[in-house]
């Protein structure tokens, strides 16, 4: 099948299956708006697919499986999104709670990210070997069982201090240049 042909294929394939799409997509999404935009991104998919691969045995059915893989990542980026912005709202609470409105200018002022690594990996809230492991390992790029060797220790020692200090900056608040003196694990 030439291109053309394809295209007049496709476009023959919208005019029947379209309505059908956008009314199933809206009963999923409850949102007119969206159903279009959803059922018209499958439509693209459908323009630069289908003239490789050919037309589906049921377009219809493959429009509306697009149309719903392509909602379902948009549903999961927005609660993604929606994560963050909670996080983010959270670390603002504390810092403001903490009455350190220069914190922030302080975290604003870092921009490179190997920068706010060291910091992270050298934070003083970790005990000296666990920031050597942590540094040596995030920043050395050295092995669990080459930093053993280093230290003379077992490499499930090792191991167990990367783990521990990565953990560490996990509960700390996760903007590394600068922690609040309190755990966010209180806050929970």
Do not use: Y
Not at 77 to 95: A, M, P, Q
Not at 117 to 140: K, N, Q, Y
């Amino acid at each position: 099948m030439t291109s053309s042909a394809t295209h007049r294929a496709i476009d023959a394939v919208w005019r029947i299956e379209s309505a059908r799409l956008i009314a199933g997509l809206t009963r999923i999404v409850r949102d007119v708006a969206v159903a279009e935009d959803l059922a018209q991104d499958a439509l693209v998919a459908a323009l630069e697919q289908w003239p490789e691969s050919g037309i589906p045995e049921n377009p219809g059915a493959w429009l509306m499986a697009t149309a719903k893989r392509r909602g379902i990542d948009a549903l999961r980026r927005r609660v993604v999104l929606e994560r963050k912005r909670e996080l983010i709202g959270r670390e603002l609470e504390i810092l403001q709670q903490l009455d350190q409105p220069d914190l922030a200018a302080q975290v604003e002022d870092v921009q490179d990210d190997v920068l706010r690594l060291i910091f992270m990996t050298c934070h003083p809230v970790l005990s000296r070997e666990a920031r050597v492991a942590l540094t040596l390992r995030l920043l050395g790029c050295l092995s669990t069982p080459e930093i053993a060797r280093a230290f003379l220790v077992s490499e499930g020692t090792v191991a167990q201090r990367i783990v521990r200090a990565k953990r560490t900056c996990r509960l700390r608040s996760p903007v590394a240049t600068s922690w609040p003196s309190v755990s966010l694990r209180s806050s929970r």
